[in-house]
């Protein structure tokens, strides 16, 4: 069996509100790729921002949990969609290659 990864798109972490990670103010968001996806509730995956760690390596921040429609104190400032961030929390790709 294989296991899939959760497709990863762009997001701004300064749009961090405790689990909550603002995606996007339209319908769709941009993959590691640049092309567009649709969000939709209930899709799993991995929002990623870019980062450098202390030697200006590239140490991406990233956030994995569930697509949900922005909750209305936030859709009032323009969010349609949020993450729901899971145990894992907010981290560095780096952090990932450590357990390893």
């Known amino acids: 069996m294989?296991?899939?990864k959760p497709m990863r798109v762009r997001a701004d972490f300064n749009?961090?509100?405790g689990e909550l990670l603002c995606l996007s103010h339209k319908d769709t968001s941009q993959d590691a790729d640049g092309?567009?996806?649709t969000l939709q509730a209930g899709m799993a995956l991995t929002a990623f921002d870019h980062d450098e760690d202390d030697h200006g390596?590239?140490?991406d921040l990233i956030a994995s949990g569930t697509v949900e429609p922005?909750?209305?104190w936030l859709s009032c400032n323009g969010?349609?969609?949020v993450l729901r961030i899971d145990r894992n929390g907010v981290r560095h790709e780096?952090?990932?290659r450590r357990r390893m």
């Open 35 to 37: 092309n567009l996806v």
């Open 70 to 72: 922005s909750p209305k």
């Open 94 to 96: 780096s952090d990932l």
């Open 2 to 4: 294989t296991e899939t």
């Open 15 to 17: 749009g961090l509100f």
């Open 79 to 81: 969010s349609r969609w």
């Open 57 to 59: 390596n590239r140490d």
